[in-house]
């Protein structure tokens, strides 16, 4: 299988189940269409006929390379993994990630939040030290051979309860040696708290920070609001400038949101570059249908000319030495992921949970509140087995939607929360949500080939450290 698209003057082939990509001019753009669908000898006669400027020598010698990429298997490769995928209920599925919701509560009153303004459709609530403490604990005893954990402060509003935050760091730090393990922490964060001793705790214990802008004043101000109805840019802006100055302008990035009031969120995306703001994302707002803050059919269109207007501005202000990264065009085509990855996803429900301040487990932060997804608590463990299992089988090849498209191994198969909420399972399909990824994923490649080409690309690949699931259980893909 294989995907063919053209964007800003690239004729782009990708071969789906290798990952190649091929990056080729125009007669050789249209002949991988014909070979796809005719004979050789008919894909050289409709060449000619295309194009007459074009002898038969040259369109020979064009099928002769199109059939050797196919003879390596970079070109109309076969799906190998389909047949002989690993056993998912029996994957190795120990816990390395956990979302700790300290907070269900928040000093902003966003009025698209998800969360109810934080208390996740239940009762304000604050995590106790004790609580956090087990679900450190519980993730400790259940990683197996994970030597890297991650853990994200998250909310609500995780700065509320700051204090239960800086012991919780400090325990963690006093059994990582011990324990054999390596935390990494990442605090997500509005802004309004932040002060100068939050800035020196994040800078010393924090892999990442996650600060929410949603842009522009008069956009971000529109949807997050305090209590009072006043907006918080003008608030939280400085103190993020701050922060990021301090940090060296690493370990962060801006996440925004993009609602049916921004379509043209790519005005957003450039306003906060030009703030000085260099690690950007924007997501599309998660709402139920209806809502004036969802976006609509309508709103696509325009959502989808948007991300090709942000990856020219972003290659044309490279070229200019102002580069900014989106996260969504973070694609390295040449080091990862592994297939394990591409085939299980993100690991909710398996390897990844939500903690809530009372400690109970969900798969992820969007199910919380849900009681038919609460698998269990820090205490008990993973008492919902069936869900579990469930959620192992949430895969690329558990969707027969995601069968013939082109993009499933950039996607794993899409995010479990966004297909229940828009199909009722976990195994359904976000087909809103496919149309941007699809779109992002051919925005992501262009810019990659654009960089190769320019001798712009300079970012090295990340190895995994060998931490993940596959590396860890050799057996996965016997």
């Avoid at 194009?51 to 109309?76: H, M, Q, V, Y």
């Avoid at 925004?256 to 950007?280: C, I, S």
Wanted: negative net charge.
């Amino acid at each position: 299988m294989i995907h063919r698209y053209e964007l800003n003057g690239y004729h782009i082939v990708l071969d789906v189940c290798s990952g190649s990509v091929h990056v080729v001019d125009e007669v050789a753009y249209a002949m991988i269409g014909l070979y796809e669908n005719h004979s050789p000898e008919e894909t050289v006669a409709l060449a000619l006929a295309q194009f007459p400027e074009l002898t038969e020598e040259e369109a020979r010698e064009c099928l002769s390379d199109i059939e050797g990429l196919k003879e390596e298997g970079t070109l109309f490769s076969e799906d190998e993994y389909r047949d002989r995928a690993f056993d998912f209920k029996a994957r190795y599925t120990n816990v390395k990630a956990l979302c700790l919701h300290v907070a269900h509560t928040c000093n902003l009153n966003c009025e698209y939040c998800f969360a109810a303004q934080g208390r996740f459709h239940g009762e304000e609530a604050l995590m106790s030290f004790e609580v956090g403490k087990a679900a450190l604990d519980f993730l400790v005893k259940n990683s197996g051979r994970h030597r890297n954990l991650e853990v994200d402060f998250f909310g609500g509003e995780p700065l509320v309860n700051f204090d239960v935050v800086k012991r919780l760091v400090a325990y963690a730090r006093s059994i990582e040696g011990e324990a054999g393990k390596n935390f990494r922490f990442t605090l997500t964060t509005n802004g309004v708290n932040i002060d100068d001793d939050v800035i020196e705790f994040a800078n010393r214990e924090c892999h990442n920070v996650v600060l929410s802008l949603d842009g522009r004043r008069e956009i971000h101000d529109a949807s997050r609001k305090d209590y009072a109805g006043h907006g918080s840019y003008d608030r939280i802006v400085p103190k993020f400038k701050k922060l990021v100055e301090s940090r060296g302008g690493q370990g962060y990035y801006m996440r925004g949101t993009f609602t049916h009031r921004n379509p043209d969120f790519t005005k957003d995306v450039f306003h906060m570059a030009d703030l000085g703001f260099t690690e950007l994302s924007m997501e599309p707002v998660v709402s139920p249908p209806g809502t004036p803050w969802a976006l609509t059919e309508e709103d696509k269109p325009v959502i989808l000319e948007q991300y090709e207007i942000l990856a020219k501005e972003m290659l044309k202000r490279r070229r200019e030495g102002r580069p900014f990264t989106f996260y969504h065009y973070m694609l390295d085509l040449n080091h990862g992921p592994c297939i394990y990855k591409r085939i299980a996803g993100c690991g909710s429900g398996t390897e990844y949970f939500a903690v809530t301040p009372s400690g109970d487990l969900y798969p992820c932060h969007q199910f919380v509140g849900d009681e038919r997804y609460r698998m269990g608590n820090v205490w008990d463990g993973i008492v919902n087995t069936d869900l579990r299992d469930e959620f192992k089988l949430c895969n690329v090849y558990a969707r027969p939607e995601c069968a013939d498209c082109w993009a499933r191994f950039y996607c794993s198969g899409g995010c479990a929360a966004n297909a229940m909420h828009a199909t009722g399972s976990i195994r359904g399909v976000y087909e809103y949500g496919c149309d941007l990824f699809r779109k992002r994923i051919e925005c992501a490649i262009m810019l990659k080939a654009a960089e190769a080409e320019e001798g712009l690309d300079d970012e090295a690949g990340e190895d995994c450290g060998g931490d993940c699931a596959a590396c860890l259980d050799e057996a996965n893909l016997s």
